[in-house]
């Protein structure tokens, strides 16, 4: 059995570290933003960029406080200006299409005509 006294004192572990609330908040509001990227589309423009500044500010709070967090917060400012990229580019896509007249789709109506005679 070993002895749980080292010099006269009992062994304690030391406490864990805390891991920052802002990093945490960064990375979910980030991958948030990303998945609602799927969900709600360009309304995504408006959650990630919230993610990638807590990053940030989680970062340089990091810096000054003894807590854990680095990598999360590193994740958030990531994730968080990646999907703010996507959801312009998916915005610019929709007001393209919109302006384009979704010009993919024949502008002839005789295509038509003929779609419906064969289908009669």
């Not at 948030?32 to 990638?52: E, N, Y």
């Not at 990598?71 to 400012?77: D, F, H, S, V």
């Amino acid at each position: 059995m070993t002895n749980p006294y080292v010099y006269g004192y009992p062994y304690q572990a030391p406490p864990p570290r805390r891991t920052n609330g802002l990093a945490i908040a960064s990375m979910v509001v980030s991958i948030v933003g990303i998945a609602g990227l799927c969900a709600w589309g360009p309304l995504s423009v408006f959650v990630s960029p919230v993610g990638a500044i807590l990053g940030h500010v989680a970062r340089r709070r990091l810096k000054t406080v003894e807590e854990e967090g680095q990598g999360m917060a590193l994740a958030g400012i990531i994730l968080g200006w990646a999907g703010l990229v996507l959801s312009l580019i998916f915005l610019a896509v929709i007001i393209a299409l919109i302006v384009g007249g979704f010009t993919f789709l024949p502008s002839d109506p005789s295509y038509y005509d003929e779609y419906y005679e064969e289908g009669s």
